[in-house]
């Protein structure tokens, strides 16, 4: 059973930066696409970024394009989202989650699509 355990969420204050990291327990070769979600209480879960497991294609919410870097260690089954430039409105729960299908043309926004997800890590920005 494919596991993945989100880390390294934390406090830091407005204009820090932090990275948080996804590992999967396991290789499965019909995993096409990885992505981040987050959700800040009283509202609603949506996407933040995503990579192709291909060519690595990356995509980005208008939000935090410029200041997010999605990236994965295949060797090591781990996916990165660099987060830079943080805001306030950054504060949230990451969650990050797998999916067969691929990333495109706005899919990896779908996110009934993606099974299965982490337990989440928070992150808390001050200001």
């Known amino acids: 059973l494919l596991q993945l355990v989100e880390s390294g969420g934390g406090s830091v204050q407005a204009g820090g930066s932090l990275t948080l990291s996804c590992a999967a327990s396991?290789?499965?070769?019909?995993?096409?696409?990885m992505a981040w979600f987050r959700q800040a209480p009283g509202k609603e879960r949506e996407g933040v970024a995503a990579?192709?497991?291909?060519?690595?294609?990356?995509y980005y919410a208008d939000a935090v394009k410029g200041r997010f870097t999605i990236s994965r260690d295949s060797r090591i089954l781990t996916v990165y989202l660099q987060m830079s430039d943080l805001k306030p409105e950054d504060t949230a729960m990451y969650y990050c989650?797998?999916?067969?299908?691929?990333?495109?043309?706005?899919?990896?926004?779908?996110?009934?699509?993606?099974?299965?997800w982490g337990q989440g890590t928070q992150v808390t920005i001050s200001s």
């Open positions: 989650a797998a999916s067969q299908y691929y990333c495109g043309g706005g899919y990896w926004l779908r996110q009934g699509d993606f099974q299965p």
């Open positions: 396991e290789y499965r070769d019909n995993i096409n696409c």
């Open positions: 990579i192709s497991d291909g060519d690595r294609g990356t």
